[in-house]
């Protein structure tokens, strides 16, 4: 059989430019200014790629990105029409190979659920004081926009690390949060990642009778995002940063490793690393890599989905089990 390999893709949502909502500054380091929106065609862009390679992954949608609306109600700024077009491309076409999850609410602003409008700190330093109980409300929330929205999620996706101080409350309130909202009993989320370390792979954070999570970290890193701060666009560079996660003759790079050390490729890309300021080398690289790992290793891996992943380990949960992260 072969194993798994697939694409962690964070951060995406319809039309608003999420990392420029939450960015330290907001401008790439060679100086230019970070564009404020993403037009709907890199998502087609994207999904050409996708379709032409096989790649399978989970892809999130940030429900209120940056707090400036929500994907059900309208986002101020953008015609309906825009943000409705680019829901239906992720349901019909995206969806179709990765699994589909919120990264919480805002990736911004944390939202005061039970006051209305925003509380005064971002969602990561206000996940960290929380519990389930009062966690479990927050994930359900973004999980039922995303339903009413029309999208089926089987997980969800830490913004930042949120939840990460909390983690087994955390872990509790999604499997509470999705069993609500979609009645489902299984699900995965991403939040750790497992990078430069033997045996990189999925385990199982919570088995308690016929409900199960499964924790999909990244075992790869972001080799894209750099592509951000220059308007090098040349074959020559996009080879190159290829060559960090897998080389042309498929000898070496970090997949390599991780293949070699008994892991599975579960690689990371950020919507913004792909879209690289408006000019797409990220999704360029993203190319090359499918292409090369085409070649080299789809004759032992397969692309999976984070769902099609959390079922693999379902199948025998005794060999996923949680690392130690006392250290
Ligand atoms: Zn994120």
Known sequence: MKKPISLIIDDPAPRVFVYYEHAAKRVTDDGRPLLNAVPNSFLLDFCAVMERFGLRGKFSVVPMPGGRGDIVHGIPGFPDSEIREWLDTVRTRVAKQFSICPEMLTHAQAVDIAGGGFLDVNEKVWASTQN??????????????????????????????????????????????????????????????????????????????????????????????????????????????????????????????????????????????????????????????????????SDRFEWMSGEEIMRLVLKDPERYPMPDFSD
Not at 220 to 225: E, I, L, N
Not at 241 to 258: F, N, V, Y
């Open 132 to 297: 389930a109980s009062t966690l479990t409300p927050y994930i359900a929330k973004a999980l039922a926009l995303l339903r009413d929205a029309g999208l089926e999620a089987s997980g969800v996706t830490s913004p930042w690390d949120f939840g990460i101080e909390v983690e087994s409350e955390y872990v509790r309130a999604i499997s509470d949060a999705i069993l609500q909202v979609y009645g489902r009993k299984d699900c995965w989320y991403f939040l750790r990642s497992r990078r430069h370390v033997p045996n990189a792979l999925p385990w199982v954070a919570l088995s308690e009778g016929d409900r199960h999570v499964v924790s999909v970290p990244a075992t790869a890193s972001d080799h894209f995002w750099q592509t951000m701060h220059t308007t090098d666009t040349s074959a020559a560079y996009i080879s190159r940063i290829a060559d960090s996660l897998i080389t042309a003759d498929g000898s070496s790079g970090e997949i390599i490793d991780i293949i070699a050390g008994g892991g599975w490729p579960i690689l990371i890309a950020h919507w913004q690393s792909l879209f690289s300021n408006g000019l797409g080398t990220g999704l360029k690289v993203l190319a090359e890599v499918a292409a090369r790992i085409e070649a080299h290793l």
